[in-house]
Nanobody
Framework: QVQLVESGGGSVQVGDSLRLSCLVS????????MAWFRQTPGKEREFVAG?????????YYADSMKGRGSISGDNAKNMVYLQMNSLKPEDTAIYYC?????????????????WGQGTQVTVSS
């Protein structure tokens, strides 16, 4: 099993920045690909960004986050981060860290076996 714990959410103003963190524990070698998803009430979980824990520059972003977000990992600390800049009200959501044992980042939430409990991000104008 892989355990994921998110932190770093909060209430911010439009244009502010936030860095979300995800601590990976347990059978960390099973977490080959990591991703951040977000969800608002009544909607499906939406892919935000993903990264391969094997390193390199294998990062992927949803169009809504390109140019504003940066996903990174620190395998020595078993951490994955999502830096979000120029936040907008539409970024308001619960943000989830996800991991999958399969090879490759995918935007399909159902293909991730492990999930954190989520952290709330609220952006106010």
């Amino acid at each position: 099993q892989v355990q994921l714990v998110e932190s770093g959410g909060g209430s911010v103003q439009v244009g502010d920045s936030l860095r979300l963190s995800c601590l990976v524990s347990g059978r960390t070698f099973s977490a080959r690909a990591m991703a951040w998803f977000r969800q608002t009430p009544g909607k499906e979980r939406e892919f935000v960004a993903g990264i391969l824990r094997s390193g390199g520059s294998n990062t992927y972003y949803a169009d809504s986050m390109k140019g504003r977000g940066s996903i990174s990992g620190d395998n020595a600390k078993n951490m994955v981060y999502l830096q979000m800049n120029s936040l907008k009200p539409e970024d308001t959501a619960i943000y989830y860290c996800a991991a999958r044992s399969g090879f490759g980042v995918t935007v399909v939430a159902a293909l991730y076996e492990f999930w954190g409990q989520g952290t709330q991000v609220t952006v106010s104008s």
